[in-house]
């Protein structure tokens, strides 16, 4: 182990070092991560896609079922319904 505590210069064999796409730092390759878009990321940079990209809308049922074409008019004649009727 290097005395500076600091891991980002040490060689682990086997593990190349990496660029994160979108900060541009150095990792180690294990450390890097495949984002949603597609980009290597970092930890830091790592994020969830956004769950409204992906919703289901709900159809809309806009028509009325079994429809009928509407009645003709009917129009009454004078007299034909008088104040008894009522
Ligand atoms: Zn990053």
Known sequence: M?????????YKAG???GICDVCGFRYY???LSKRWDGLMVC???????QPQD????????IYVENPRPE???KFLA???ITESDL
């Open 2 to 10: 290097h005395k500076s505590g600091t891991s980002y210069w040490i």
């Open 71 to 73: 009645a003709a008019d």
């Open 15 to 17: 593990d190349a070092w």
């Open 54 to 61: 992906t919703i289901k809308s709900v159809k809309e049922k």
């Open 43 to 49: 930890p830091s940079d790592h994020e969830r896609r």
């Open 29 to 31: 390759q294990s450390q």
């Open 78 to 80: 004078e007299g034909e």
